[in-house]
């Protein structure tokens, strides 16, 4: 079946702009995470959703940072107010409840703040 | 929290070696992962370990936990052209998470 997809799969934006960027998980995963590569801080965890709920947000940078999932399906990673060291791809992972320890990733999402 | 750490942060090898990558774990985990990335892609992955003394292999990749010694070894045998990526151990989180070490650039060499 089709793996994880994310968009849009490179952005460009200007510093203070906002930005959505998009996560469709596989088909009947119930759990999504985010997270951030960079060259600077290497791979972090940003966020996980069990279902619709993230029940602890403090692994998202800055208040400037918000995620949602809707109908235990897709979720958005909303960065508002973009400064450059927001540079980064994000990438998104789900995983199933009968195999919670496999997480599958998506291709991520290049943004670049100019 | 949990830290890890990977050694070392870069290997060049040449075709037909035999290396290892290692990766110590600060405190307990329940599973240990190993990951591949190559450049411009996304993550791609190798093994999960959930116990003491597991052992997995794939090609001439094998992965080993020691939850003992809290480390995890990827051995390489024999090395090919296409080995040549970033590898990445992650041990797991609170919520799930995956807490990744720096990576270890592999560069394998005819």
């Known amino acids: 079946g089709a793996g994880v997809s994310q968009s849009p799969s490179n952005k460009v934006t200007e510093k203070g702009k906002d930005v959505e960027l998009r996560c469709d998980p596989i088909?009947?995963?119930?759990?999504l995470y985010w997270y951030r590569q960079s060259l600077g801080q290497g791979l972090e965890f940003l966020i996980y959703f069990q279902g619709n709920s993230a029940p602890d947000k403090s692994g998202l940078p800055s208040d400037r940072f918000s995620a949602e999932r809707t109908g235990g399906s897709v979720s958005t990673l909303t960065i508002q107010r973009t400064q450059q060291e927001d540079s980064a791809v994000y990438l998104c992972?789900?995983?199933?409840?009968?195999?919670?320890?496999?997480?599958?990733f998506g291709p991520g999402t290049r943004l670049t703040v100019t | 929290e949990l830290k890890v750490e990977q050694n070392p942060l870069f290997l060049s090898m040449q075709e037909g070696k035999n290396y290892t990558i290692y990766c110590n774990y600060s405190?307990?985990?329940?599973?240990l992962y190993w990951y591949r990335q190559d450049p411009g892609k996304s993550l791609e992955s190798l093994f999960v370990l959930l116990s003491n003394g597991a052992v997995k292999q794939e090609g001439r990749l094998m992965a080993s936990l020691d939850t003992k010694a809290r480390l995890s070894t990827l051995h390489i045998t024999a090395a090919v052209h296409d080995l040549s990526a970033t590898y990445f151990c992650?041990?797991?989180?609170?919520?799930?998470?995956?807490?990744f070490g720096k990576g270890t650039k592999l560069s394998v060499k005819p």
């Open positions: 992972a789900s995983s199933s409840r009968t195999a919670p320890y496999e997480q599958y």
């Open positions: 992650a041990g797991g989180g609170s919520q799930g998470n995956l807490i």
């Open positions: 088909s009947g995963h119930t759990a």
């Open positions: 405190t307990t985990s329940d599973r």
